[in-house]
């Protein structure tokens, strides 16, 4: 159907515009300000040819397509990246959208530029691939490729900086899916590779989108709030450009308006409001040396009175990107905090462009430790190294918990520094430091002082972590772990332990299964034992106890599989199977009745819980004779150990102090309050608790029951 013609005529005026800025003429005078001219003649060939297979395709606004693609290598010009980034960036969506091969790329233009072009790409889906997965699938393959070259995410980063830009034109629900992928993944990612100023960008572009309503009220609130700000800037800058000069310190000083997106996140983490926050505006000094910095810092302090408690040294402790400044806030003009940041040249450089800020001077091995490119590889390196059999989807999962722009630097007793995101605990720290160490801890000594393992570390403190030989990962530390890399080694250490113990109980239940049907334990070692694993496609036996113990096969079932014929099954002996109360994570114990050792069971095979143990007068217990297979006898092993809960119903007076008498004979008698209810009162003369606790057994909760009964205050207890 044939466009109105006022929208023809408006993609006209547009495309003109957009070539103007856009088109190979404009590029090239960026590329002649540091390219030769040989280079600058391949990349208008790459021009030419992606022109050609863009033909005939337009963007949603209605101009060709090939001008997105120039618009993403002009970005990168102007981050003066080489002539090879350049072709890959106008090229970057030909594998995607046109049908040309990666092959027939690297014919034209060399192996490096296919491999940029087709990092770029996004997976192709496979059937029956979700949108998640296949998301999840093309940001994986991004990563990988980064491991190869980090030329692919600063094309990737300019190819979503320019969408942004123009996100307009897209459907709200697109844009807002979109925005929101940028500030989980894309954002963050500039901020890891201390790209500054494509992350300030993209969050901005990403929060006008995402929040349309929210970004045009901050918007008109802090231009109320600063007033004349170009007045304001200029007056900081003349005052202390004056000061720096009567020290003999040759410095430039830049003022400037903090963006929208910081605003609102600061009042989002400190629960602010709008005019509690102050800090509206920055300046950075940018000096020769490094001594400059602190002989500046001085004069800042002079001219205008710190913050004293907002101050931060990143040139002496460096951020993970490779950041380096010194922050402070002072008191500024009419009484507004202003934040100051002070940096080398070099510093400055690094700070805006990260990984891109010396691609020209090709560091390669000569890099030092400390090098973006250095630290970004490293990152990398640690992200594939920790994925092992994750799927794909904890894999981005991984990586968005690892993209924290926070940090608290802490010290091993050693004095060395660790870098961890800000919230980190002990385990963090533990987990940072070496994987043993963090599956054997079990206290931590913050400056010489005892702490839990939950208890939130902060800068500059000196961190021992105490160890245990018998120690292991608790499912309670992924509550508070912040770091990626001990939140997958905790998982992964349940998920063998899980497995573990699965195996174990699969084979206990499939060994009383067989005795059941009185089939000798040697058919599961025999050919009858190959055979039954290849009807269930198993490649072994452990697997086949693994699937039973879990839940995702039943015992009974799979036992008839070891009979000649389903017709010869022989009436055997029920022997019910012993529980240890060692099991773990295969084994769980119903809410609704709370069973504890003493109690009649039963069990239920539940797919995926393994089996669920109900007292045998539960009414969730009773079995329906359509699933009578999912039900299998229980009796209490002689060795039961552990700690069971047990819920007591307490109906006593209503008198001061009753709760703290009936918590204090649970306590005489060894036992722990798990959880306590109070009923809303019908009378004010009684009260009606309910105590969860932990016994050992049936005697045990006897014991407890005996003892609350004699308070003088306590007319009635009861198991629930």
Known sequence: MELPVIQRIGAVIRTQRVQREFGIDALERLMEQYLPADQIGEVRRAYEYGKRLHEGQHRTSGEPYIYHPMAVAKILAEMRLDHTTLIAAILHDVIEDTGVTKEEVGKEFGGDVADLVDGVSKFQRVEGMSRAELQAESFRKLLLAMTQDLRVILVKLADRLHNMRTLEHMEMSKRRRTANETLDIYAPIAQRLGIHFIRVELEDLAFRNLYPRRYEVFARAVKDQIGDAKSIIHDVEQKLSRALRDEGIGA????????????????????????????????????????????????????????????????????????????????????????????????????????????????????????????????????????????????????????????VYVFTPKGEIRRLPRGSSPVDFAYAVHT??????????????????????????????????HARPNAAWLNFVKTAKARHCIRNFLKNQRADEAIRLGRRLLEKSLRELKVPLAALKDATGQAVLASFGLKDMEALYASIGLGQRLAPLVARHFLPTDSQRLAGETVPLAVEGTEGLVVDYAKCCRPIPGDDIRGHVSVGRGIVIHRVDCKHAQPRKTAADEWISLVWAENVQGDFVAELRVKGENRRGVLASIAGEIAAAESSIENVQMAERVDTQTSDMRFVVTVRNRTHLARIMRRIRRLPTVAKVTRV
């Not at 004069?299 to 010194?326: C, T, W």
């Not at 206290?443 to 939130?456: F, G, K």
Request: hydrophobic share 40%.
């Open 252 to 407: 430039t000083v830049i003022g400037r308006q903090k963006n929208l997106y910081s605003i609102y996140q600061k009042m989002r983490r400190r629960k602010l409001k709008f005019l509690d926050v102050m800090d509206l505006l920055g300046f950075r000094i940018v000096v020769s040396k490094v001594d400059d910095c602190y002989r500046a810092l001085g004069v800042v302090h002079h001219v205008y009175r710190p913050v004293s408690e907002m101050f931060n040294d990143y040139i002496a402790n460096s951020k993970s990107n490779g950041y380096q400044s010194l922050h402070t806030t002072c008191a500024g003009p009419q009484g507004r905090k202003i934040e100051v940041q002070i940096r080398t040249r070099e510093m400055h450089h690094i700070a805006e462009s990260g990984v891109a800020a010396h691609w020209q001077y090709k560091l390669g091995g000569k890099a030092g430790s400390s090098a973006p490119q250095v630290r970004a590889r490293d990152w990398l390196k640690q992200l594939f190294e920790m994925q092992g059999g994750a799927g794909v989807l904890d894999f981005v999962e991984n990586v968005k918990v690892d993209l924290f722009p926070d940090e």
């Open 436 to 469: 043993e160490l963090g599956d054997r801890c079990v206290a931590a000594r913050v400056d010489q002082h005892l702490e839990p393992l939950n208890a939130i570390l902060g800068n500059g403190q000196t961190v021992e972590i105490i160890t245990a030989s």
